[in-house]
C-alpha cells in the first residue's frame, strides 16, 4: 500500500467529513469502498460481514482509515481529527484543538438526531420532521450561530482565527440540513448562511463538491 486508504461504503454517511479534510488538505488517498455480498477486489476483502470477523476493522466498524506503514484507526470523529492535526486543520492551540473537538461531538450529537428519520416507522416521521425543524435543529443552530458570533464578531471561521476541521463539519451539517428540507432552521440565522457560503467557496471546497468523485446525496426518508 504506497497511498493511506479509507475503508467505508460507496456513500458519504460517517466518512464525507474525513473527505472534506482530505480535500482541503489536497491529501492523495485510495477509497476501498465495502458492500454487502460484495466479492474481494484487489485481493482485499470488501463484503462488510466478512470484513467485520477481521482485526482489519478495530471495532467491527467503518470508517476506518489505514497509513502505509501499518498504522490503522477507527472512528470517525478520531480519523478527522487525527487528520486535521497532521495537515494544520486543527487549530493552533490545545484548547483551539479542544474546540475543534467540541465541534466534532456537538456534530455526532446533531447527526445522530437527523438519523432518527431513516429507524423511525413511516407513521411516526413527520412528528420527527415537525420536532426537528421547530425544535431541534433551531436549537442547535441557534448554539453554533452563538460559538461563529463570539470568534471575531463570527465574520470568519469558528475556531481561531484560520480554518480547521471544525469549521468542515459545521459547513457539512448546515449542506446536509439544507438538502434534506431543513433549511429553514438555517436561514433563521444569517451569520450562518454568509459562514456556508465563505466555507463552500474555498476552491478545494468547491472542487470536492463538484467533483465526480463525490457519493451523491442520499436524502433522509420523507
Ligand atoms: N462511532 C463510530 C460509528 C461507526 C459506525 O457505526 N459505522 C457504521 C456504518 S455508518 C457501521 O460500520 N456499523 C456496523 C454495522 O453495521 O454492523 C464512528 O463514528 O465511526
Partial sequence: MSKPTLVYFASRGRA?????VLAEAAVD???HPVGHGTPPSNGRLTDFQALKATPQL???AVPVWEEP???VLAQSAAIASHLALLHGLQGKTPREAAQCDQMLGAFDDVRAELRKLA???PEGRPAQR????TQFLPRWFGYFDRLLRANRGGADVLVGQS???ADLALWYLIESCQDNGFGDAVAAYPALVAFAARIGQRP???AWVKSPGRHPFVPLPR
Fill in 16 to 20: 464525507e467529513l474525513i473527505r472534506l
Fill in 29 to 31: 488517498y485510495h477509497e
Fill in 58 to 60: 478495530p471495532f467491527g
Fill in 69 to 71: 506503514d501499518g498504522f
Fill in 119 to 121: 429507524v423511525v416507522a
Fill in 130 to 133: 415537525e420536532q426537528l425543524a
Fill in 163 to 165: 480554518l480547521t476541521v
Fill in 204 to 206: 478545494r471546497i468547491a
